[in-house]
């Protein structure tokens, strides 16, 4: 594995779990009146095990619920944006000015790591709490 291999997927491994899920959508939490917790992919029924009611989550909007999605990849994108618009130039005048400016990276490196992805993982999380919430009704 090179390097730059093992830097992307500390990049991506950054990525909470429940944003993953790229095109597809994240799954939704479904908190059933008994309290279990089950969860299941947009428009998908889930039965509760402890009390059988069944919860339909195509009861949410789906442009309500595509609209979070979005804006979720747009926050990933954003990330892996930046990330290559710090380093690409770097690379790219390495190769013209020589490759000592490579030793350039490792500053970058840090201050990504030390200074960018905290405040972008604090983003994130404050967008999940702030997430919308909807109130289904068991079929
Ligand atoms: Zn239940």
């Known amino acids: 594995m090179t390097s730059r291999n093992r830097w992307r997927s500390v990049l991506f491994g950054q990525v909470p779990g429940a944003y993953n899920a790229?095109?597809?959508?994240?799954?939704?939490?479904?908190?059933?009146d008994c309290g279990d917790v089950g969860y299941v992919p947009h428009g998908e029924r889930w039965r509760c095990d402890k009390c059988g009611r069944t919860w339909n989550t195509a009861q949410i909007p789906a442009d309500e619920?595509?609209?979070?999605?979005?804006?979720?990849?747009?926050?990933?994108?954003?990330?892996?944006?930046?990330?290559?618009?710090?380093?690409?130039?770097?690379?790219?005048?390495?190769?013209?000015l020589g490759l000592r400016l490579l030793l350039l990276l490792p500053v970058l490196m840090s201050f990504w790591f030390l200074f960018y992805m905290p405040r972008w993982?604090?983003?994130?999380?404050?967008?999940?709490?702030?997430?919308r919430r909807w109130k289904l009704h068991p079929e």
């Not at 619920?65 to 770097?90: E, F, K, N, Q, S």
């Not at 404050?126 to 997430?131: D, T, V």
Request: charged letters at 20%; glycine letters at 8%; proline letters at 2%.
């Open 121 to 131: 993982r604090r983003q994130v999380r404050q967008r999940a709490r702030s997430l």
């Open 65 to 96: 619920y595509w609209g979070i999605m979005r804006d979720m990849r747009r926050l990933r994108i954003t990330v892996i944006a930046t990330a290559l618009g710090l380093t690409v130039p770097i690379v790219a005048l390495a190769l013209i």
């Open 22 to 32: 790229g095109m597809r959508g994240a799954q939704i939490t479904v908190r059933c």
